[in-house]
């Protein structure tokens, strides 16, 4: 389906994300409206060592809640940064692990219905501990290592429901990759 932007203006801007309200034409003539969030890619890197499995849990302020969740983040003020060089250095920054080994697994949109951000999915593996480097809104991050058989018991279970997470490992193991 063909659509035409007839106009767009910037409704929201802030350093992490920036909302537009584009006016569109459809192929067959009607107008719409679409809000889109714009966000720069974003990376969910799973770190697994010897069967274990490394989660993080912080406060989510949008749902009002601690969620444990896979590592994630985007360097909003670098873009266009290597995605494995942000999963890298989000892995050391919130867990203080280094990867010897990084494989990527594919890509995934967080919503694709109001939203542009690309997410890459990495698995970490060959772990050293490092120091965290940890940024200021990441200071009650919480990080523990679970067997794999009880992250996916706190998946099914609804104890992991942050989305990117879930998606993240489903693919990794629909590609036999955990």
């Keep these: 389906m063909t659509i035409e932007t007839l106009s767009t203006r910037v409704a929201y801007e802030n350093p992490w994300t920036r909302v537009r309200e584009d006016i569109i ?24 060592q010897d069967g274990r499995v490394t989660l993080v849990e912080q406060y989510r302020y949008p749902v009002g809640q601690r969620m444990w969740e896979f590592v994630m983040g ?3 003020t670098r873009p266009g940064t290597d995605p494995a060089a942000i999963a890298a250095g989000e892995l050391r920054e919130e867990t203080g692990l280094i990867a010897g080994r990084m494989t990527y697994a594919g890509e995934m949109f967080q919503g694709a219905g109001y939203c542009n951000q690309r997410g890459h999915v ?36 609804g104890v992991i429901r942050d989305a990117m997470s879930m998606a993240a490992f489903g693919m990794l193991r629909l590609k036999g990759l955990i």
Excluded at 133 to 154: S, Y
């Design 25 to 48: 034409r459809r192929a067959d003539g009607t107008q719409g409206l679409y809000g889109v969030v714009e966000r720069s890619d974003f990376v969910v890197v799973v770190p697994v």
């Design 74 to 76: 985007m360097w909003e």
């Design 122 to 157: 990495f698995l970490a593996t060959e772990l050293t501990r490092g120091e965290t480097a940890r940024e200021a809104t990441e200071q009650d991050l919480v990080c523990r290592e679970f067997p794999l058989a009880e992250v996916e018991a706190m998946l099914r279970d």
